[in-house]
C-alpha cells in the first residue's frame, strides 16, 4: 500500500526533518481539513433540504403530522427527494393548512399573530380574518418549490464526490507522513480534524434528528484523549485510563461496527476517523511522547516509574471508572430525562440502532427482557463488552510489536470494508442514484 510506503519511508528519516518543515506539513493538512469540510457543508444535500426547520417538522416529527409523508432514504435519495417534492407541489388541495403553518410556525419562532399561525379562516389576534387554506397555497408551493431547487444536479454531486475522494487520499498521505516523520506531534493533526469533524458532523446530525449519537461513548473516549494531551499530559493515572479506554473498546469498535474506509463519504470517514484516529494517537503517545507536555526531566524516579508502568489493576479497574462516569450520565440523559423527548421528536440514537436488527444476537437478548428492562439489559451487555476489550489493552501496553500490529490489523479490516462497499454496494447503485444510464461499453478489437 503507497500509504504505507511513505509512511515507512519519513519514518526513516525522521531525525532529517526539520522543525520547518513539520509546520509546513501542519499548515497545509489543517487547509485540506478546513477545504474538504468547508465544501461539504456548501454542497452537501441533506443540508440543504432538511435543515429548514418547517421541512424538519413534517418529515421527522411524527406529532406534527406527515402531510407529505416521509421522503425517500439510501444511496438514491438525491433524485428521488427532488421528484418526491415537485410530485406534490400540485396535490395540496385539503392539505395545506398544517402545512403551511408549519411551514411559517417554526420551532421556538412561533408569532400567534401570523395568519398561517392560526386555523383556517380563524382571526386574528387582532380581530382581521386569517387567511383560508386557498389562499395559502401558492405561498406554500412557492416554498416548496424553492427547495426542491436546492437539490444538487448530477454534475455537481460528481464533482463534490471526486473532489471528497481527492482529499480523502491527500489526508491519508498526509497521516502516514505525519506519523511516520514525527509520531510526537501527530497529537496536533489529530485536534485539528477533529474539531472540524466533529462540528461538522453535529451540523449534519442535528439536522437529520441523529444528533443523540454524538451522546456515544466514542466521542467521551476522544475528549479524553484530548484532555490527556492538552491539559493533564503528565498525569500517570490519566495516562493509563485513556489508553486503556482508546486502546481498547475504542479501537476494538472498528471491528465490531465495521468502519468503512469510504474516501468520497465524510459520514463514513468521520466515524472512521473517530476509532482509528485515537487509537494512533494513543500509540504514538504511548512510545514517543512529545518532550514538550510530558516533562520527563521534572519527574521523580517514582513518578517516571508510575508513567511507564501498569498493572491489571491500572487497566481492568481503574480505567473503567471514567468508564462507568459516561455509563451513568448516558443512561440518566437518554433514557430517563429524555426519553419521552425522543420518542416525540423522533430522535434516533444508538440503542433503536441496535436493537432494530431482530436477526442479531445483541438484539434479540435486549428485546426478549422485559420493555422496562431492556435499556438495563442494553447498557449492562455494553459495559460487559467494553471491560473485556479494555483488558486487551494490557497486552499493548507491554509490547509496541503488538500494539502496532493490531492497528495494523484494524486498518486492514475498515479498508477491506470499505472495498466491500464500494465494489458489492456502491458500483451498482451510484449511477442509478444519479438518475443517469451508463454508458456503453466499447468493444475492444
Not at 388541495?93 to 410556525?105: A, Q
Not at 380563524?122 to 389562499?135: I, K, M
Request: aromatic letters at 14%; glycine letters at 6%; proline letters at 5%.
Amino acid at each position: 500500500m503507497h500509504v504505507s510506503t511513505v509512511g515507512a519511508f519519513a519514518y526513516c528519516r525522521q531525525e532529517g526533518v526539520s522543525g520547518d518543515a513539520v509546520c509546513a506539513l501542519a499548515q497545509f493538512a489543517i487547509r485540506c481539513v478546513a477545504l474538504s469540510c468547508c465544501f461539504w457543508f456548501l454542497c452537501a444535500e441533506d443540508v440543504q433540504l432538511f435543515r429548514h426547520p418547517a421541512v424538519r417538522t413534517e418529515f421527522y416529527q411524527p406529532q406534527h403530522g406527515t402531510l407529505l409523508g416521509r421522503p425517500p432514504q439510501g444511496s438514491g435519495r438525491l433524485r428521488r427527494n427532488r421528484i418526491w417534492l415537485r410530485k406534490r407541489l400540485g396535490g395540496l388541495c385539503g392539505r395545506g393548512d398544517t402545512l403551511s403553518r408549519s411551514l411559517s410556525c417554526m420551532p421556538g419562532s412561533c408569532n400567534p399573530n401570523h395568519a398561517s399561525c392560526l386555523p383556517a379562516q380563524s382571526p386574528r389576534a387582532d380581530g382581521t380574518p386569517g387567511l383560508t387554506v386557498p389562499q395559502r397555497q401558492p405561498l406554500l408551493r412557492k416554498r416548496l418549490q424553492k427547495l426542491a431547487e436546492l437539490q444538487l444536479r448530477p454534475e455537481q454531486v460528481l464533482i463534490r464526490d471526486k473532489l471528497g475522494f481527492f482529499l480523502g487520499v491527500v489526508n491519508l498521505c498526509l497521516s502516514a507522513y505525519w506519523l511516520g516523520a514525527s509520531p510526537q506531534t501527530f497529537y496536533k493533526y489529530y485536534t485539528c480534524k477533529a474539531v472540524v469533524l466533529y462540528g461538522s458532523r453535529f451540523y449534519l446530525y442535528k439536522s437529520k434528528n441523529w444528533h443523540y449519537y454524538m451522546l456515544e461513548f466514542c466521542y467521551f473516549a476522544n475528549i479524553l484523549l484530548l484532555l490527556e494531551v492538552w491539559v493533564f499530559p503528565n498525569s500517570p493515572t490519566f495516562h493509563k485510563m485513556v489508553f486503556a479506554q482508546v486502546a481498547g473498546p475504542l479501537t476494538w469498535s472498528i471491528v465490531a461496527l465495521r468502519n468503512s474506509l469510504v474516501l468520497h463519504s465524510l459520514d463514513k470517514i468521520t466515524s472512521l476517523f473517530m476509532h482509528i484516529s485515537p487509537a494512533l494517537v494513543c500509540w504514538a503517545w504511548r512510545w514517543y511522547p512529545d518532550p514538550t507536555k510530558v516533562k520527563f526531566d521534572s519527574m521523580s524516579a517514582e513518578q517516571l516509574k508510575a508513567y511507564n508502568t501498569a498493572s491489571w489493576w491500572d487497566i481492568g479497574v481503574l480505567s473503567m471508572s471514567t468508564y462507568m462516569i459516561w455509563v451513568v450520565l448516558y443512561y440518566i440523559k437518554v433514557f430517563v430525562l429524555s426519553q419521552k423527548n425522543v420518542k416525540e421528536k423522533g430522535y434516533v440514537t444508538l440503542f433503536q440502532h441496535m436493537t432494530k436488527n431482530k436477526k442479531s444476537l445483541f438484539a434479540r437478548i435486549v428485546m426478549s427482557a422485559p420493555e422496562v428492562l431492556q435499556p438495563v439489559v442494553y447498557m449492562g451487555i455494553h459495559v460487559v463488552l467494553c471491560w473485556a476489550a479494555s483488558l486487551t489493552a494490557m497486552l499493548w501496553w507491554h509490547s509496541k510489536a503488538a500494539h502496532t500490529t493490531f492497528l495494523i490489523f484494524c486498518a486492514s479490516v475498515s479498508a477491506w470494508n470499505g472495498a466491500t462497499y464500494y465494489f458489492d454496494i456502491f458500483a451498482r447503485k451510484y449511477i442509478k442514484s444519479l438518475g443517469m444510464e451508463p454508458a456503453p461499453v466499447k468493444k475492444v478489437e
